[in-house]
C-alpha cells in the first residue's frame, strides 16, 4: 500500500531532545531593576520554603555586603514588583533582613588567597570602595584601602545615621574585610594617584564619594548658626554633639535632609521644620521614610524656599518665600516657581542645609571632571581618561543609593581585573531576557489578594528617644507568609516540545488563572508574563509537553523521592511511609509542621512546592520504590491558591484506582488537608500510620502463612 | 381473504375498546391463553406486546397466532429495534398468510431500558418508516421494489403521546405517520383528560381514529416506578397521592377504579373514538374496569 | 477526535502476562487529546504495571516506553523499528487503527490493545467526551440543523423522536439530550420546521460497505478546462 516511505524518513524525524538542564526562566523586573541583578525572586521562594540558610547563601552570592543593604537599602526592586498590580508589593527588603538575622549571617566567614601580585589600590572606603576590595580579594589580588577618615565606611559611616545602620552591622562588614586580607589605611588622605603608583599599585580605584554640600546661593548662608547637612551628619556620627538651639529647620527634600532633621530630633530638639520647594509628591526621599518622620514629630513646610539669612540677637531670622509648581523641568519634576509678594520670615535657632551633595576631587587626580564636578568615565568599563585608573560611586554619578555604589564597585573589581590580565573588558552580552508586561486584569482577578506583612517597627516615641535601629525583624511565619506573596514572576510554565503538542486545550481548561490560549495560528501560548507558576498544566498535560522553565523545579519531586528512596533503603524501617508534603506548609507557617516532628522512623517526607505540583505518576512511583502507604498532605487555607486540593484529589482517585486493581487497599493512599474537623496533622498522621501497621502485619502475617501452607 | 372485523369497526361509529397482552417470558403460555379467554369477547382487538420495555419474551406474532386460534382479534405490536428490514417484511408476509392483518407500528423502547442491554440494537427503521414500508408491501413490491408473489392487505395503527411535554415535535411525527398510512392511533397513557381534549380538537381534521390509552396502576410505588423508568410515562402526582392513600391490598381496586372513572368519562364526552386498555400484568381485571366504567362492545 | 478509554489495569495485565519484554506504545494525536495513551499515560500504566510487579505479582517483565506523534501513520512506524527488534510485544495505547497499523507493518511482533477505541467526538469540557459522529457516510447533517441524530439519538431514528423523551432528555438516559428534542428547538430557531415535516427514508446502508475505502481520485490534466 505504502511501497517506499522508509527512504523518507529522515525528513520526519524529529529527534527528541532531553529534559534541558538550562534555566529558561525570564529575568523577574525586581531582579532586573535592581542595580545588583540579585536573585531576589529566589531567594523569597526560598524564604517562602522556610530554606533560610539556602537563601542566605542565594543574597550573599549576589551582595558583598547585604545586611547593609538589607537595613538602607532604597530598594528599587519593589517599585517595579508585579504584586503591586494586585495588591501591595513584596517587602523584599525587610525579607532580606530576616534571612540574614534567621539564617546567622554573622558567623559567616569569607576567604580569599592571593593569587596575583598586582597590588590595586582603592581610594574611598564608602560601599563602591568596600565592594571593590571585596571582589578584587575574592579574584586574588594584594588590595589596600586608603581613607582619609579614622574609620572605614564612608557615607555608611559619616552620613548615614545609626538608627537607619547600626554600626555593628557595618563594623561585621569591615572585619570581613581584614579577614580576607584587605589592607587598610586609615586617616590617610590620598593627594597624588602618581604617588600610589609609585608604591607599586597596578590600578587604583577612585571612589571619594559626594561629601561636598551645595551651597544655597543667598544671602546669609555663612552666618554661624547655618550648617551644611553633611558636615552636620558627620559630626553626630563621628561622635560629636553639636549645639542645636531647640528650634531647627532643615532646608531640602532628599534623604539627607530627612535623615538630618530626624538625627536633630534625637539629639534632642524640641521642634524641627524641614522647607521643601516643591510639594511632597516630588521628595526624592523614600516616602516611607517621610512617613516615619512624620510620626516621629518632624514638621514639613512644602512650597517653601528660603531667601535670606540675618543673624539677629543669637537667633537665625529667616525669609522664605512660598513657591508654585510651574511647568516640568528636565528631571521630569514639576518646576518650583516662586509666588511674587509672598515673602515671610520665621526664627530658627539653626538651619542645616541639606540640597545636595558634589564629590570634591583633587586636581592632582588629574582626572577629566565633568557635570557637577563628578569624574567622567567610559560607564562600560568605569575606567577614567588615566591608564589604570578606574572611578566609581557618587564621584562619578553624583549622590546616589547604597545598591549602585556596591554595583559599581562590583563592575569596578571585574573591569580592573579584566586590565590588570590585559583581558578585553568582558561586557556584559545579556543572558536571559527580561520579562516584561503587565499582568492582564483578568489574571489578576483569578489571584488571591494577599495583604502585604510589615516589619513590625518601633513606636515613635520610643524611636525618637535614641539612636537604636527603628525596624524590627519579621518573626518566622510572618516573613514565610510574607513570601508565599510572591508571584515567581518568569518561571512559570512553557510548552517546551511544540511537536509533541497535541493542541489538546487541556492547560487552557485546567489553568486557574485562564493564562494559556490559543493564538490566530491554532497554537496554545502560554505568556510568561501571566503564568503564576502553579504546575496544574504541567502535571495535567497529557502530551507532558509542558515543563517549568527553572530546572531545579522541573526535577524537584522526582529528586526527592529518589533521595527518600535511598536513604529508606538503608534504615530498613517497616512499614515505610511516604508523604508528599507541601514545603511552603512544612516549615515556617506551621501548618503542617507538626507533621515534620512526628515523623516517626519509617515517615519519609518528599517537600513538594505545592501540592498541585504532584503528579499521579509520583504516587505510583512511591509505592513501587516500596512504600506501604503514601500520603499527600496540602497546606490548605494558608494556600497562595485556590482550590489547589481539587487537583490532588483527581490524581489520587486515578492512583487509588489502580491500587485496587492490583489488590491493595486504596486507602493505603490518603490526601490530608487541615480543615476544621480535621485541623491536627500529627493527630491525623498517627492514625494513618495505625492503620497502614495494621495493613502491614496482616500482610506480612498473610505471607507466613502462605509459606506454612507449602 | 376477508376484511378484518377491527378494520370495520374502524369505519363505524362504535366506541372502539381494545387492551394488550405481554406474552410470557418462558414457553408456557397457558396464562396469556387464560386471558386472551376472558377478554376476546370484551374488547374489539386484543394488542399483543414486542418485547415491551426492551425485555426480552415470546414474540408478539406468536402471541397474535394464539389470539387467533383462540377466535379474538389481534393486533400485532411491530418494533424497529429488533429486526431488520428483511425481518420486518418477512414477519409481516407470516403475519398476513395467518390472517393477523392488524399491525400497530412502533419504533420500539430503547435497548438500555431492557433486560438485554449489551444488545445491538437495530433501528434500521423507524415507526414512520415502517408504516411506509407496509404499504409498500400492498402495493405489490418489497422495499428494494422487487415483485411479491401474492398481495397482503393490513390494517395499520401507530402511537401518540399526547402529553408529551414538548407536544410539537410529537405532532409533527403524528402527521407524518397519518401520511405514511396509520389508520387508528392508540396513545401512550392518559391521566389528564384536558391534554387529550386539546389533542383531539386537533386531530379530528384527520380521517383516523383515536384511542385513548387508558394504564391501570396497582399502587403508588408502581406509579412511581413507571414514572421513573417507562419511556413516555408520565403519571400526575395527584393520582399517585390517590393510590397512596388507600390501604395496603387496596391498591389495584382503586386503580381500576380510577381507570374506569377516566374511561367513563371520555366515553361521556366523546374525548376519543375509543380506549386502549393497558393492564400491565393484571389483564385479568380488564373486564371488570370495563364493567365499572359502563363500556360494552358491538357484538357482531 | 477519536475518543478512547484505557482498558482496566487487571485486563491490561493478563494480556501481557506471556510476554516478557513489552513495549507501550503510545500516540501524540488523538490518544494524547483524549487522555487515554499520550506519553502521561504510557508513563502512568508504566508504573502502575511496576507497583504491581513489585507488590506481589509473579511477573517479570521488562518496559519499554514510547510515544509516536500518530500510530496510524507507516512512516511514523518506521521510527520504532530497532525498538520493536527489542521487546516480545507491544501495548499499543493507539486507537483500533493504531494497533491495525502496527500489526500490519511488524508481522512477526504481538500487538495488544491497551484502550478501548470508543467514538468520535469532542470533548464538551475538561475531562468530559461525548460522541459526535457515527461516520456513517452519509450526512444529512443539513436537514437535521447541524445536530446528528443518527449519532445522538439511541435509536438513530430519522424522522423525529420516539414518544420516551421527556424533560427533552433520552428514556435511555436521563442525563442526555433528546437529539430530536435539540433538532426541533433549533430547526424552529432557524424557521426551518418544515424540514422537520419532510419524510425521510430509511437510511442506505451501502454508503458505508464495511470495510470502507476512500480513494481521492486525481482530477485527470485537462478535464478541468473541458
Known sequence: ?710 | MANALFEEKLHSDEFLVTTEIGPPKGVDVSEMIHHIDILKDKVDAINVTDHQSSVMRFPSLGGCLLVKECGGEPILQMTCRDRNRLALQADLLLAYSRSIVNVLCLTGDSIDVGDHKEAKPVFDSDSVQLLKMIRTLESGKDVSGNDLKGVPKFCLGASVHPEADLIEPQLIKFEKKVAAGAQFFQTQGIFDLASLRRFMQYASQFDIKILAGIIVLASARMAKYMNDNVPGIIVPEAIIDELASVEKGKGLQKGIEIAAKLIRTIKEENLSHGIHIMAVGNESVVPDILEAAEVEVARH | MIVAEQKPLPEIRRMISPYERVLILGCGTCMTVCDAGGEREVSFLHNALRVAQSKGGNEAHHFLESTLKRQCEPEFLEMLVDKVGEVDVILSLGCGIGVQAIAERFPDTPVLPGVNTSFMGISSEQGVWDERCAACGDCRLEDTAGICPVTRCTKGILNGPCAGTKNGKCEANKDMDCAWVLIYKRLERLGQLEKMRRYYPMRNFRAIPRPKRLVRTPVALGEDDG
Open chain 1, 1 to 710: 500500500m505504502y511501497p517506499s516511505v522508509s527512504g523518507n524518513i529522515q525528513k520526519y524525524v524529529v529527534h527528541r531532545i532531553g529534559m534541558p538542564s538550562r534555566d529558561r526562566s525570564f529575568v523577574p523586573p525586581c531582579q532586573a531593576t535592581c542595580p545588583l541583578h540579585m536573585d531576589i525572586r529566589e531567594y523569597v521562594d526560598l524564604v517562602a520554603q522556610g530554606r533560610i540558610m539556602e537563601a542566605l547563601q542565594v543574597i550573599r552570592g549576589g551582595n558583598p555586603f547585604p545586611s547593609i543593604c538589607a537595613y538602607i537599602c532604597t530598594h528599587p526592586c519593589e517599585e517595579s514588583c508585579r504584586r503591586s498590580q494586585v495588591d501591595k508589593p513584596i517587602a523584599i527588603r525587610a525579607l532580606k533582613r530576616f534571612a540574614l538575622e534567621f539564617g546567622g549571617d554573622r558567623m559567616i566567614q569569607v576567604e580569599a588567597r592571593t593569587a596575583h601580585s598586582e597590588k590595586v589600590a582603592i581610594v574611598g572606603s564608602g560601599p563602591a570602595g568596600m565592594a571593590c576590595a571585596y571582589y578584587l580579594r575574592n579574584f586574588g589580588y594584594p588590595v589596600t584601602i586608603f581613607e582619609a577618615h579614622s574609620e572605614l565606611g564612608g557615607m555608611l559611616r559619616v552620613g548615614i545615621p545609626r538608627y537607619r545602620l547600626p554600626r555593628d552591622v557595618l563594623d561585621v562588614e569591615i572585619q570581613r574585610l581584614t579577614r580576607m586580607g584587605v589592607e587598610i589605611r586609615t586617616n590617610t588622605r590620598v593627594v597624588s594617584l602618581d604617588l600610589l603608583f609609585d608604591m607599586g599599585y597596578k590600578a587604583v580605584f577612585v571612589t571619594i564619594g559626594a561629601h561636598q554640600s551645595l551651597r544655597m546661593g543667598i544671602e546669609g548662608e555663612d552666618s554661624p548658626g547655618v550648617i551644611d547637612g553633611a558636615t552636620f551628619l558627620r559630626e553626630v556620627n563621628l561622635g560629636l554633639k553639636p549645639s542645636l538651639g531647640d528650634n531647627v529647620a532643615v532646608v531640602g527634600g532628599g534623604n539627607v535632609a530627612l535623615d538630618a532633621a530626624r538625627t536633630v530630633l534625637r539629639l534632642g530638639a524640641r521642634k524641627v521644620t524641614i522647607l521643601y520647594r516643591r510639594s511632597q509628591a516630588e521628595m526624592p526621599a523614600d516616602p516611607a521614610e517621610v512617613e516615619q518622620a512624620l510620626e516621629e514629630g518632624v514638621h514639613i513646610q512644602f512650597l517653601v524656599m528660603p531667601t535670606r539669612i540675618k543673624r539677629q540677637d543669637g537667633k537665625l531670622n529667616m525669609t522664605c518665600i512660598r513657591m508654585e509648581l510651574g511647568e516640568p523641568d528636565a528631571s521630569g519634576r514639576r518646576r518650583p516657581v516662586p509666588v511674587e509678594g509672598s515673602e515671610f520670615n520665621e526664627e530658627f535657632d539653626t538651619l542645616i542645609s541639606a540640597i545636595g551633595q558634589a564629590p570634591q576631587t583633587p586636581g592632582d587626580f588629574r582626572v577629566r571632571i565633568g557635570r557637577g564636578s563628578t569624574i567622567q568615565v567610559d560607564p562600560a568599563t568605569l575606567s577614567t581618561n588615566r591608564r589604570g585608573v578606574f572611578a566609581g560611586g557618587d564621584a562619578v554619578t553624583g549622590p546616589a543609593t547604597v545598591v549602585e555604589a556596591l554595583a559599581a564597585g562590583r563592575l569596578a573589581a571585574s573591569r580592573i581585573d579584566d586590565y590588570l590580565q590585559h583581558r578585553y573588558p568582558s561586557l556584559d552580552k545579556g543572558g536571559r531576557e527580561t520579562l516584561v508586561g503587565d499582568l492582564l486584569p483578568e489574571t489578576v482577578e483569578m489571584i488571591r489578594k494577599i495583604g502585604r506583612i510589615e516589619a513590625p517597627l518601633l513606636p515613635a516615641e520610643a524611636r525618637i528617644k535614641e539612636f537604636e535601629p527603628i525596624e524590627l525583624v519579621y518573626d518566622w511565619e510572618a516573613a514565610v507568609n510574607e513570601a508565599r506573596r510572591c508571584l515567581r514572576c518568569g518561571m512559570g510554565a512553557e510548552i517546551l516540545f511544540q511537536d509533541k503538542c497535541a493542541t489538546c486545550l487541556t492547560c487552557l481548561r485546567v489553568c486557574p488563572y485562564h493564562v494559556p490560549y490559543l493564538d490566530t495560528m491554532g497554537t496554545i501560548q502560554i505568556p510568561a508574563d501571566q503564568c503564576q507558576a502553579c504546575g496544574v498544566c504541567i502535571a495535567e498535560c497529557p502530551a507532558k509537553a509542558i515543563v517549568l522553565r527553572k530546572p531545579y523545579d522541573r526535577r524537584h519531586v522526582t529528586e526527592e523521592l529518589d533521595h527518600v528512596l535511598k536513604s529508606a533503603s538503608e534504615s530498613k524501617v517497616s512499614p515505610l511511609i511516604i508523604g508528599f508534603c507541601c514545603q511552603y506548609g512544612l516549615f515556617g507557617t506551621g501548618t503542617l509542621a507538626n507533621l515534620w516532628r512526628v515523623a516517626k522512623a519509617g515517615i519519609w517526607i518528599v517537600p513538594v512546592l505545592c501540592i498541585a505540583k504532584v503528579e499521579a505518576d509520583h504516587l505510583l512511583r512511591a509505592f513501587e520504590i516500596g512504600a506501604e502507604g503514601v500520603f499527600v498532605a496540602g497546606c490548605g487555607e494558608q494556600c497562595a491558591r485556590e482550590n489547589t486540593v481539587a487537583w490532588v484529589h483527581n490524581r489520587v482517585q486515578k492512583a487509588r484506582k489502580v491500587l485496587s486493581e492490583i489488590g491493595l487497599e486504596p486507602n493505603r493512599l490518603q490526601t490530608y488537608v487541615p480543615s476544621a474537623t480535621n485541623a491536627y496533622p500529627a493527630e491525623w498522621l498517627d492514625g494513618f500510620v495505625e492503620q497502614i501497621g495494621g495493613l502491614y502485619l496482616a500482610s506480612v502475617i498473610m505471607k507466613e502463612v502462605k509459606v506454612d501452607s507449602r
